[in-house]
């Protein structure tokens, strides 16, 4: 090798290696589930935090799968700080000990709704998923659970959640069993059963669906005539235009809570950042840019807020079917199974 | 050896070393994975070391009910007991609640506790349940890999599981199935392709190669979702076919195991006609004009003289081909329908969504077992498939 060629080699070295990151110096991290909500929430709530703080806020999305929040928290290398989740893999994460429990002394136990707190979780907002179709391509649909299953009376391939959550409570109200008892007969090994039978009749009809988008392309593109899909979004694409009715009577909502992971180093910001996301006025700031279902009480009753949001899931709580959090916690894992082996056959 | 020799050996050493190790560390790890059984013995450390010492018979001695109570509380309370209820409700539903449940009662529970817990639940009084805590105790167990051969520990020894839930060997027999399917049909397709591109004049062969190396390129999340736009109802297809009036109602093709093998092929041709290609190339083109100055028939010609030639490079792009394919997720996940996904499906299932690492191991670990098995198979049986060099 000529002594130019080495030198340049060297060269090339010295500056890939000053280039290499810092190996400490992240940004505060929040992470959510994307959509619309999280690009307002941006501009509202991280973003809001940021020039009031003076810290930087970055944020991204995941789809729900903890197993990147365990693997960070076992490697001990946690580049996440604040996590929107569920409400069933909070609990779960918070009996593993992959979310820290909630600082009550910097975040505002009381300000929340009934629910709205769990030992390692602050409220962030509702969610749901109704019923909906293309009113452009089927004039009338069905109007409940038991029409979406009668495909002599509404033909058309269905869609529903890849997930035994939403899946077996719609199959065994489709079935008859009023909201009040599903979790009763859930219970049981024969309500279970009752649920996968209801659910082999409709099986060659269904397409399911992973991520919050894709009910919503399979109606638009008509691969689809009658899907189960989240609510925020049914509506937001109805405000742009498209024909989904919003059926509420088909509501099965729950609520999504902030939490912030075991061993961040930025454990006492993210627990000041979650305080501040589920304050009254950045919340109502939010609200006037995205219709938000929010788990903070003064924000919930808040007539203004109810107005701009025909959609918030609090308003039409009694039309529809809370997820059991606790239930799922328990049976989750095991009825996920089952689901799997169900839907593999 | 001579000194050169080992001169140049003692250079490469560390290299070879590095690559031996990461290699053969994340296959070890993934084999540790499938068999450790650690929750237990971690997080309620004396009454795994009183449950060891116990002999098994009926039920415990006293204390290990009082231990096991006040451990589980004491792993609530910091936040360990997690893996300890997942691992236990993972053998038989319905654990975790019941721990939970004891635990919570536990201040209220009268003396002796041989006696209460099983007033709070019967399965406390069950010789089967304390069996089946003393075999977690233990380091490591064969659960996770009974459970991916749809078998279990039961009451006289391995039995299978319900049918219910057994799922995994229907799945392993699908995921070769499909993985053979697309190997043929990626074998059948790739040849004329790769014949074509090694005889061509070299402007057009450049313009073929680019054409198969491009899609390769393109991001995998791309492709499969472009079958999705091709194929779906109100698709081009099905437009062309409607429009051409050879069908009266659009064609159900996507998200059925037609999909899922058009996009899987569509995916994995290039593996397919790269090392053909190589291989035809080198192919001197006086073989076949020799044949044919003797005598034979094209047919001949091609069965006798080129297929043989070609064979390595049949077996060298079927046998990736087939690796990859048997590991595929993506595709089969957005293409196809509940009944065409294959086991790296509920790898994931297991990995993402139920955090089950013991799991996702024994499935991963005896995926790789089988797909080694069929490939060594496959040497010993087809003929060309064996190292290198053409045999006659």
Partial sequence: ?345 | MSRRNLLAAALIAPLALLVALSFLAPLGATLWRAVEDGAVSTALPRTAAMLRAWDGEGLPPEEVHGELLRELRAAQEDQSIGPVLARLNFEETGLRSMLLQAARAAPRLAQPLSRSLPELDPRWGDPAFWRLLKRSATGWTPLYLLRSLDLRIGAEGVERTPAGEAVFLRLFARSFEISLVVTLLCALVAYPVAYGLATMPPAWATAGIVLVLVPFWTSILVRTAAWFIILQREGPINAALLALGLVDQPLTMIFTRFAVYVAMVHVLLPFAILPLYGVMKRIPPEYMRAAASLGAPPWRRFLRVYLPLTMPGVAAGSVMVFMLAVGFYITPALVGGSGDQMVSYFIAFFTNTTINWGMAAALATLLMAMTGAFVALARAFVPGLGAGAARG
């Fill in chain 1, 1 to 345: 090798m000529t002594t130019r060629s080495m030198l340049s080699a060297a060269a090339i070295a010295a500056a890939l290696l000053a280039a290499a990151p810092a190996a400490d110096a992240r940004d505060l991290t929040v992470i959510g589930f994307g959509g619309g909500f999280q690009d307002n929430a941006r501009k509202h709530l991280f973003q809001g935090y940021a020039r009031e703080r003076g810290v930087k806020v970055a944020d991204d999305v995941y789809n729900g799968e903890m197993a990147k929040i365990y693997s960070m928290v076992k490697a001990n290398d946690v580049t996440w700080d604040a996590v929107m989740v569920e409400a069933p893999e909070l609990v779960r994460g918070c009996e593993d000990g992959v979310f820290e429990k909630m600082d009550w002394n910097v975040v505002n136990k009381a300000k929340f709704i009934p629910a709205g707190t769990t030992t390692c979780g602050a409220g962030a907002v509702g969610w749901g998923v109704t019923m909906f179709y293309d009113q452009a391509r089927v004039a009338a649909g069905p109007t409940d659970f038991a029409g979406f299953w009668d495909v002599q009376k509404f033909p058309g391939k269905r869609s529903l959640r890849s997930m035994a959550k939403t899946t077996m409570e719609v199959a065994l109200m489709a079935d008859g069993v009023a909201a009040a008892d599903v979790y009763k007969v859930l219970r049981t090994p024969a309500g279970q059963q009752r649920a996968f039978a209801k659910l082999d009749q409709l099986k060659p009809h269904l397409v399911w669906w992973k991520s919050g988008a894709q009910p919503l392309q399979l109606v638009g593109s008509g691969e689809v005539a009658y899907a189960l899909g989240f609510v925020g979004r049914t509506i937001r694409a109805a405000d742009g235009g498209a024909k989904y009715p919003i059926l509420w009577n088909t509501l099965l909502y729950s609520f999504d809570y902030w939490a912030v992971v075991r061993n961040s180093p930025h454990k006492a910001e993210a627990m000041k950042l979650v305080e501040y996301m589920t304050d009254e006025k950045p919340l109502l700031a939010l609200a006037q840019d995205w219709a938000v279902s929010p788990a903070t009480a003064s924000v919930a009753s808040n007539p203004d807020v109810a107005k701009r949001n025909p959609g918030m899931v609090a308003s039409h709580a009694s039309k529809g079917l809370f997820i059991d959090t606790d239930f799922w916690v328990e049976n989750g894992e095991d009825l996920e199974a089952k689901f799997n082996a169900w839907l593999a056959r």
